[in-house]
């Protein structure tokens, strides 16, 4: 353990490297990939271009470090983290490197300030943090590889289905090259996709959420293709799109997240998307349906118009029963749409809809959508006063707050 001379070195010092938090980081992405280019196999490039994956990393640092004398409190976050870095195939062997560098930043932009004893004593309190991950991810990876059907690192998928769901969003249907068991997954989970791309250094790895329920011999994907305007288009989502088709192998890692339906509850729940953030409520749905027939769901999707608007008959066909309820929100319905009433609110959904057609006494809310989709709504839950256990949500990127 620390000493008290470290801990209270760690935690004064935390308000300056917060003010320099994204240039410490930013500089500790350019340190560590000179020195091992290789780890850009892992990370996303594009959220590094964007500062997403900046913010997620420098804020959990600091965070831990005014923890540092009682990480238990911070246990649920590096949970989630643990998570996205057993998806990705984090070792211990990687944690010396992150420290390594970080320490080096540190030095560099704090310059005088960085004194050996503050040095040090990051230092001792970064082992301490990167031991709780170390042990965290030690039994994910071991739960992982034990259960049935598991394994550890990228196994080799084949798709087995290629389906056009709508204009930008299309499914893939992967079943493992082996023909041996896959594992089982909770609603709301995801898998990481690993692709070596022609004329590419580096692989580039990605998330995608399982969008049907578990229980079957395929994972389901859903994926949207990301065209940049400013910007260039999304590697990996084109590439699927594009370039791969049915027989094609696809390096998957097992399901991971902990952003799932809570099946032990029998109370109402109510699973809010926009765009192809209905992928991990799909799968919540369906579930649902199959495996609690009698719970009471509602299912919200907010998308432009029914061009963009995925999987809508798998809803369609669910929401026949009684305690299925679907509510689609266009907020650029085309004339095709009006013309064929296929949508039941026109523009984006707001609070006192939800107050008023929503019973909301019981129920657990999961959400998921662009950040400003997830903003909107969360305030909203917020304004209506759902408690934070009954919130529940997943960002399609590096984690951010919703409350800024
Ligand atoms: C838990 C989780 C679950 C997910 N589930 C799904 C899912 O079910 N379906 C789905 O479609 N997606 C899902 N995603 C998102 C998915 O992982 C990818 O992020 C998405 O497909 C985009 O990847 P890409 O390689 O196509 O785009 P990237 O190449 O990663 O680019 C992402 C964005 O950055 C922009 N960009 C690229 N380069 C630059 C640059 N130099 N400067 C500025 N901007 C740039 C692009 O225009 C694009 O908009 C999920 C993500 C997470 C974390
Ligand atoms: C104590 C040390 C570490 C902390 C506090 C930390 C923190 C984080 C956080 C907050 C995220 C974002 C998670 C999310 O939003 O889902 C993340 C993702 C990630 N981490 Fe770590 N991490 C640490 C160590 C490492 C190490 C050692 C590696 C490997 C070299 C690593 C590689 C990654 C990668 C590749 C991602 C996903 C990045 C992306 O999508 O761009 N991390 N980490």
Not at 75 to 89: E, F, M, T, Y
Request: charged fraction near 25%.
């Amino acid at each position: 353990m620390l000493n008290t001379k470290t801990i209270e070195i760690v935690k004064s010092t935390v308000p300056v490297l917060e003010k320099h938090g994204e240039t410490i980081t930013t500089r500790f992405y350019q340190l560590m990939f000179s020195n091992h280019p290789e780890l850009l196999n892992i990370f996303n490039h594009a959220n590094q271009k964007q500062g997403r994956q900046q913010k997620a990393l420098a804020g959990t640092v600091y965070a831990a470090a005014m923890y540092i004398d009682n990480l238990g409190a911070i246990l649920p976050v590096v949970k989630q983290i643990a998570q996205k870095h057993r998806s990705l195939g984090i070792l211990p062997e990687h944690y010396p490197i992150v420290g390594k560098h970080l320490l080096l930043a540190i030095k560099e932009v704090l310059g005088d300030a960085a004194t050996d004893e503050v040095i040090n004593a990051w230092a001792e309190a970064y082992n301490v943090i990167a031991d709780v991950f170390i042990s965290v991810e030690a039994e994910l990876y071991d739960e992982t590889e034990h259960q049935q059907g598991g394994w550890n690192g990228f196994r080799n998928f084949i798709v087995a289905r290629k389906v056009v769901e709508s204009d930008v969003i299309t499914s893939f249907y992967l079943k493992p090259e082996d023909n041996k068991g896959i594992a089982d997954f909770i609603p709301g989970q995801y898998i990481s996709i690993k692709l070596e791309i022609a004329g590419e250094t580096f692989t580039h790895i990605r998330q995608y959420s399982l969008s049907d329920a578990p229980g079957k011999d395929y994972y389901r994907i859903s994926v949207k293709r990301e065209t940049g305007t400013d910007n260039p288009d999304g590697m990996v989502s084109n590439f699927l799109h594009n370039g791969v088709n049915v027989g094609d192998i696809l390096k998957v890692s097992a399901p991971a997240g902990d952003f799932v339906l809570d099946m032990n509850k029998k109370t109402p729940v109510v699973l809010l998307s926009g765009g192809v953030g209905l992928t991990p409520m799909m799968s919540m749905l369906k579930t649902t349906v199959e495996a609690q027939p009698k719970r009471k769901v509602t299912f919200i999707h907010a998308a432009a118009n029914g061009n963009v608007h995925a999987l809508r008959d798998e809803v369609e066909e669910v929401s026949k029963l009684e305690n299925v309820h679907a509510y689609f929100f266009y907020d650029s319905p085309t004339e095709e749409d009006r013309k064929n009433n296929r949508f039941d609110v026109e523009g984006y959904v707001t609070r006192d809809w939800l107050h008023e057609k929503i019973d909301t006494k019981e129920a657990d809310f999961y959400f998921c959508g662009p950040v400003p989709f997830m903003k909107a709504i969360n305030r909203s839950l917020k304004e209506i006063g759902i408690t934070e256990d009954r919130i529940h949500f997943e960002f399609f990127g590096p984690m951010g707050n919703l409350e800024e």
